[in-house]
C-alpha cells in the first residue's frame, strides 16, 4: 500500500512540474492564437470599421449581408467558389504526385544523391511567396518562358495561351504557381513517413513473392496512414488560406474576380475599404471551413483504422 502511495505521489508531482513547464506555452499560443479568434469573432458581430471609434452590436447582419447582398461586386459567394477551384485543383494533385515523387526517390536513392534531391525539392517553399509569385507573373506573359514552351509542346509559334488574361489560364496559373512552391515541402514529409517503416516488413514480403505493386497498396499505404492525413490536412489548410500568389497576380494587373479567394476578399474588404466586421464575419466563416474539412479528414481516418489489409 506504501509503494502505491508513493509512485502515486512522485508521478502528482512529475504531473504538476510537466504542467509548470507547459503553462508559457499554453498562455503564449492563448495570446496569440485564442485571443484572435475570440476578438474576429466578437467584431463580426458588429459593424465595427478601420476608421473611427464608433460601432454597435450589429448580429448576424454582416453573416446576412455576406451572402445576399454580396460585398461590392466581389460577393462571399463568389470567393467561396474561387476558393474551392484552387483548393481542388491544386490540394488533390499536391498530395498524390508528392506522394508518388517520395516513393521514386527512395526507391532510386543513392549514397550521397538522396540528399540533394531532398533539397533540390524543398528549396522553392523556402523562397519567398512574393518573389515566387512575381517571378512566375513574369514568366506567364506571353513573352514568357512558360508561353514559348506551350508553343513548343503543342507544335505552335507565336500562339499567346494567354496564361494571365483568360479566366481559366489565370486560375490554372496560380495553381501551377502554388504547386510548384509547396511539392517539395510535402515530399520531404511522405519521405520522412517512408523512411520511419521497418525495411524488414519489406524484405519479409520480398520473401514471400510480394511485387511492388502489392507492397505498396499492402505494405506501404497502410503504414503510412498517419503520414498522408498529417500531409492532406497540412495541404487542405495551406490551400484554402492562400493569399500571396493572388494577390502579386492582381498587383500586376491581372484580373481579380477569377482569383478572388477568401483570404484576398478579407484583405479587400477589412484593409482596403475598412469594413472590419464584414471582414472578421468572412474570417470566421473560413475558420469554421478549416474546422469542417480538418474533422472530416480525421473521421476519414478513424473509419479507415479498422479496414484489414
Not at 35 to 45: E, G, H, M, R, V
Not at 64 to 91: D, E, H, Q, W
Not at 102 to 115: E, F, N
Request: aromatic share 18%; net charge positive; proline share 4%.
Amino acid at each position: 500500500m506504501k509503494s502505491k502511495t508513493k509512485s502515486y505521489s512522485i508521478e502528482r508531482k512529475q504531473a504538476k512540474f510537466g504542467f509548470l513547464f507547459t503553462v508559457p506555452c499554453l498562455l503564449f499560443f492563448a495570446m496569440f492564437s485564442f485571443y484572435p479568434i475570440i476578438n474576429a469573432f466578437t467584431t463580426s458581430l458588429t459593424n465595427r470599421k478601420a476608421v473611427g471609434r464608433n460601432w454597435d452590436f450589429t448580429g448576424l447582419e454582416n453573416y446576412i449581408y455576406l451572402f445576399t447582398k454580396g460585398n461590392g461586386g466581389f460577393s462571399l459567394v463568389n470567393s467561396l467558389k474561387a476558393t474551392g477551384f484552387f483548393t481542388l485543383g491544386c490540394f488533390i494533385p499536391m498530395v498524390v504526385i508528392s506522394l508518388l515523387l517520395a516513393v521514386l526517390i527512395m526507391q532510386l536513392r543513392k549514397p550521397g544523391q538522396s540528399k540533394f534531391f531532398e533539397l533540390a525539392y524543398y528549396l522553392p517553399a523556402v523562397l519567398s511567396s512574393v518573389v515566387a509569385a512575381t517571378i512566375w507573373r513574369i514568366m506567364f506573359q506571353p513573352t514568357g518562358l512558360i508561353n514559348q514552351f506551350s508553343n513548343t509542346i503543342m507544335f505552335t509559334s507565336g500562339r499567346d495561351f494567354q496564361w494571365l488574361t483568360s479566366n481559366n489560364m489565370l486560375v490554372a496559373s496560380t495553381i501551377i504557381v502554388y504547386f510548384w512552391k509547396y511539392i517539395g515541402y510535402f515530399t520531404i514529409l511522405f519521405i520522412t513517413g517512408l523512411a520511419s517503416i521497418p525495411p524488414t516488413i519489406y524484405e519479409a514480403a520480398i520473401v514471400d513473392g510480394s511485387s511492388r505493386w502489392h507492397t505498396f497498396w499492402k505494405i506501404t499505404l497502410p503504414l503510412l496512414k498517419p503520414t498522408i492525413m498529417l500531409v492532406s490536412i497540412m495541404a487542405m489548410l495551406q490551400c484554402l488560406k492562400t493569399f500571396s500568389t493572388q494577390y502579386m497576380f492582381v498587383q500586376g494587373g491581372t484580373a481579380r474576380l477569377p482569383i478572388d479567394v477568401i483570404t484576398m476578399n478579407i484583405y479587400f474588404t477589412g484593409i482596403r475599404n475598412g469594413y472590419l466586421g464584414r471582414a472578421s464575419a468572412m474570417s470566421i466563416i473560413l475558420f469554421v471551413i478549416m474546422l469542417f474539412f480538418t474533422y472530416l479528414q480525421f473521421t476519414f481516418q478513424k473509419g479507415g483504422e479498422d479496414v484489414e489489409y
